[in-house]
């Protein structure tokens, strides 16, 4: 599995080409494991031996109790688990939280010290992609990258979050936490329910329209920074609500994206490691839903 960017890549647990291997792990009414797709971790997995119990042609599935070429017996320890994915998860979300409440607690954006705290958020965020942008290039997790991205990232919303509190939209803040959490339970029900269907055919949909969404914002980015304003309004009235929303369902794709990755890392017997990288990807897919919620609270309820 390598962890990647929700905005410019979803790579899957496969370490034999660029994508996630979508039709190869069981979903919710897929097939299971064991059947004759492949598992991409069987390489240096010493899980992925065939069942010695199994008979004629009965799936075959991978045997916990099975000796290495040494004689050595394999334990379950080194394998990725649900609880792994949720610890480390946690972890990397209760880091960010913590540094959010310390730069809303500490960073002030009253008129007399709201640039000098925009500055420190704006750095915080910069070198947050950096980190990011690192770990997504690396074949294996680095959990110093992974928390650091994670407090650095508070800082940026911590900031961001009061300012938009203080100054356009009062109460905005709680309203997108609770706006990110219903849309992170509504999509992890929808997937454990088999109502989304994670294959091919939806991993390019999505890769296709959020490459089209960020070349859109980068686009009207430009227009803001070199003509002033709001650039080509994507951002703002009406244009920025439809946007807004389009960044929403997006998100809630990426989630989607995430689970099926956690699901084959599980399925496939993934090293414990890899853990921190479905913690990174969640992470940063909840900070993006986060981000939107914000924005579309702040147009709804601003002046503009």
């Known amino acids: 599995m390598r962890s990647s960017n929700p905005v410019f890549s979803r790579r899957g647990f496969s370490r034999d080409n660029g994508h996630a291997q979508f039709n190869a792990a069981p979903q919710a009414g897929g097939p299971a494991v ?11 997995n010493p899980y992925a031996g065939q ?39 946690a972890t990397t979300l209760g880091t960010l939280i913590v540094t959010a409440a310390l730069a809303w607690w500490f960073l002030p954006v009253d008129a007399a010290n709201i640039g000098q705290s925009y500055g420190i958020a704006i750095g915080a965020a910069l070198v947050a ?24 990232e508070g800082v940026f919303l911590g900031v961001l979050s009061k300012a938009v509190d203080t100054h356009i939209a009062d109460g905005a803040a709680m309203q997108a936490v609770i706006g990110t959490i219903a849309v992170f339970t509504a999509v992890l029900v929808a997937y454990k329910a088999g109502w989304i269907r994670v294959n091919r055919r939806f991993y390019g949909f999505v890769m296709a329209a959020a490459m089209g969404f960020v070349l859109l914002m980068a686009v009207n980015m430009l227009f803001a920074v070199f003509g002033g304003g709001d650039g080509l309004g994507f951002r703002s009235g009406g244009l920025g609500i439809i946007f807004g929303i389009i960044g929403v369902l997006l998100g809630a794709c990426f989630l989607a994206l995430d689970f099926k990755q956690v699901e084959d890392g599980i399925a496939y017997g993934a090293p414990r490691e890899e853990s921190w990288l479905a913690a990174f990807g969640l992470t940063m897919t909840l900070v993006w839903i986060y981000l939107e919620f914000l924005r579309l609270i702040a147009i709804l309820q601003g002046d503009d």
């Open 129 to 152: 992609m950096v980190l990011a942008l690192v770990q997504s290039f690396k074949r294996k997790a680095s959990p110093a990258l992974i928390l650091a991205y994670a407090a650095l």
């Open 34 to 44: 064991g059947t004759q797709q492949g598992n991409p971790y069987a390489g240096n």
């Open 51 to 89: 069942n010695p119990y199994a008979q004629g042609d009965q799936q075959t599935y991978a045997n916990p109790y099975a000796q290495d070429q040494y004689g050595v017996q394999a334990t379950t320890t080194d394998r990725m688990t649900m609880d792994d994915v949720v610890m480390r998860t």
